[in-house]
Structures are given as C-alpha cells and as structure tokens.
C-alpha cells in the first residue's frame, strides 16, 4: 500500500515537472520570438522600401505595407546604371577602411604583444594610459586632433583619417587581454630553439591570434566603414569623399534623391555582412575566448 502511494507521488511530481519544464520552455520561446521580431522588424521595412518609389518614403514613412503595384526594381536599375557617384563613393570606402583594418590591426597587435609578453618598467602605466584612453571620448579630442592634422599638412590625405585611429585602445586591451591567456612556455620554446623576437612574434604568437584578429578585424572594419563625422573633417574634395559622407550630400535644402539615398544605404550593408560570413566562426571563438581570458 505504501508502495503504491509513493509511486502515486513519484509520478505525480515527474508530471508537474514536465509541465513546469514546459511553461517555462513556452516562455522563454515567446520572449525570443518578440526580441527577433523587434530585430528583424525594423530590417524588413527598411529593405521593403527599397522597392518603393522615394516619394513614398515622405508620404507614408517606413512601413511593412505589401503594395506589389507600387514596388519595382527601379530603384536597384538606378542604383547600377544611373549618373551618379554612389560607386566611387562605395571604392573610396573599400579603400579606405582595407587600409585602416590592416594598419590598425598591425599597429594595435604590436603593443599590446609588448604589454602581455614584457616584463619591464611602468609596464602597468602604460596600460594603465590605455584605459584612461578608453573613457575618453572622440569628441573631446576632436578639436586638437584636427589642429594637429592641419599642422602635419595631412588635411585631405587619407593617412589624415586613419593615423589619429590608428592606435585604437579598445582593440589594443582586446589583444592584450587574449594574449594573457596565451602559455608562456611556447616563448621560452621558440627562444631555445633559436628564433629571434620577431619570428617569435609572426609565427609563434600571431598565428594562436587568429580568432582576436577575425573579432577585431570585424569590428575595425565596421567602425571605418559607418564612420562619418571624422572623414567628413579631413576630406575637402568631393572625389575622395566616403560612402557615408555621399549618402549625406544626397539630402539637401534644393532637393532629397530618397530614391539612391536608400537603396544606396542598403547595398552598403553588404560588404561587412559578407565579412561575417565567412569570419563569423572566429569572430564568435574571438569574443567568447577573449572575454575570458586574464
């Protein structure tokens, strides 16, 4: 009797567990869907409008209407083959942030390899200065940087728009904080086999960095691809201006070109999309392993 009355029990509690497990599985279900619709939402009616004239974009706003009579291909037929300046723009930002990636990456792995892999004095300090670096906004520092830059005779040169940057705090902690976690034991193994402190460096240590180089190189390329306000102080010529500043100059008092503006704006999300993609495995590892590391 007892027996039974416990096994009643037993199967009564493995019930309201199940049932339990899942509500709660139904809730966290329903709580991620709505967070993916807010995401994807805003994303959905911005790629629809494409499809629409621009005139529609002062009537009506942005909007998830399906009106197949009023969408066409025109605006993607402008964007390819019309008179306008969209894909120099678009060749100036290639250009521009390739460069700025593979100097920042370059310059920012240096330091912070001297930083994690050093014992020396005011080591700390100067770790210490990057830090105090990243609390500082770019607007305090815009003013005497634009000095300087004018000073140097840089004013309208790219190296004008990539030096200030080029030593970027928030990448050199990064690389810092991963290269703690690295065993110093395949230093001392590479010194013992008689390599010297730069091939240390390039083939030792840098190849173990893949995954903070993809997560910082994505980052890097964001950040020079969307970046407006800089450039926009540095170029005086209208051929070197980047795709941001262009996207701007077609909104002005005398008349708006919404129709490039916004197919424009949309095809320029491509390129670092693509980037993600095919780094998206080491991106990911680069993050999740750098944020545990020291």
Known sequence: MNKTVVGKQELTGYGSMRIQNAISTFAAMAFFSALCAL??????????????????????????????????????RYLFSGNHRYFMWFKNSIVLSTVTVISTLMVCYFVAYGLAMYQFKLRNFFFLLVLIRLMVPFEILMLPLYVEIISLKLINTMAGVILPGIC?????????????????????????????????????????TK?????????????????VLWPMLVYRDASKFTLPIGLNTLITPYGNNYDLL?????????????????????????????????
């Open 262 to 294: 916004i197919t424009g704006a949309c095809f320029s999300i491509m390129p670092i999309f693509i980037l993600f993609l095919f780094f998206q495995k080491y991106f990911i590892g680069g993050m999740t392993i750098g944020s545990l590391k020291g």
């Open 211 to 227: 995954p903070a180089f993809a997560a910082m190189g994505i980052l890097s390329a964001m950040h020079s691809w969307n970046n």
């Open 39 to 76: 995401v994807v939402l805003p994303v959905l009616t911005f790629f629809l409008a494409t499809f629409r004239p621009g005139r529609d974009l002062i009537r009506y706003g942005l909007n998830v209407k399906l009106d197949l009579d009023n969408m066409s291909f025109d605006n993607y």
């Open 168 to 208: 970027a705090s928030s990448t050199i902690f990064f690389f810092r904080q991963y290269m703690i976690g690295l065993p110093h034991d395949l230093i001392d193994a590479g010194r013992i086999d008689g390599a010297n402190e730069y091939r240390v460096c390039f083939t030792v240590i840098m190849p173990l």
